[in-house]
């Protein structure tokens, strides 16, 4: 990639982009210790996997451009998802216990939360995405740094990262049709989880467990 822009602001940027590394750290820390406590005390970890992600310079210059921003560090500071952490989680119930016990910790300041979940984009697309900022201790000072923070489970994963590849290779006229059948698999997947939900939450009542308002 190429920045239009001057030298320094390449310097300041790349100098930039350790903030935001450690703001991931920070937070997949968090998530790690959340989930390992929850299995001590409730015997099942509500997290499946995390994935964590910089955004590629390029994508940086990408999205200034499309929201008719200057090429200034300025402009790339209000850029929220240069740090993003992907929490895959077990079941629904999980996403918003993770989400829940995250937003609540002292130091970490929820800006923005849109729930993709209980109000699925156009495509087809669910999760639940929030928009945190996080301190970062440097030699300099402190500094808040945010992350966008996308939580689904396994099945929205599925769905999400075949539709995002399928995407990139649509380049026939049908694309109307593609569309819609793969609004359709983000239908039966939601299903499957909200099966999947039911199924698990039965199991844990009839083994005596505490289920409601855990
Ligand atoms: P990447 O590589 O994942 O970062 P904007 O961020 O400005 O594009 P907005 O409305 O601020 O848009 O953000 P939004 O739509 O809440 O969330 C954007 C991110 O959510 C995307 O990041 C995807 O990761 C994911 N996402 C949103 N809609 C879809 C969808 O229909 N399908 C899939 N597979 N993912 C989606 P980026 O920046 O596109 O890419």
């Known amino acids: 990639f190429k920045f239009e822009g001057s030298e320094d602001l390449i310097k300041e940027f790349l100098s930039y982009q350790h903030i935001y590394s450690a703001a991931i750290k920070e937070v997949t820390t968090k998530l790690e210790i959340l989930d390992e406590e929850f299995k001590l005390f409730h015997e099942h970890n509500p997290i499946h996997h995390i994935e964590t992600r910089l955004k590629k310079p390029k994508s ?23 740090a993003g952490v992907r929490v895959v989680c077990n ?32 495509s087809g697309y669910r999760s639940l995405h929030l928009i ?19 939580i689904r489970t396994i099945a929205m994963d599925f769905w999400a990262s075949l539709e995002h590849s399928l995407r990139y290779k649509v380049k026939t006229d049908n694309t109307e049709e593609i569309s819609k059948r793969l609004n359709r698999c983000a239908e039966s997947i ?25």
């Open 132 to 150: 945190v900022t996080v301190p970062i201790f440097l030699s300099e000072g402190v500094k808040r740094v945010p992350v966008e923070v996308q």
């Open 91 to 122: 079941y629904i119930d999980d996403i918003y216990i993770i989400a829940k016990l995250l937003t609540s910790q002292r130091d970490i300041f929820l800006e923005e939360e849109e729930d993709y979940i209980k109000n699925p984009k156009e």
């Open 190 to 214: 939601a299903n499957l989880d909200i099966e999947m939900q039911d199924i698990y939450r039965s199991i844990r009542e009839s083994n005596g467990e505490v289920v409601k308002g855990e």
């Open 60 to 82: 940086i210059m990408e999205k200034l451009e499309k929201n008719n921003l200057p090429e200034t560090m300025e402009a790339i500071r209000t850029i929220k998802d240069i």
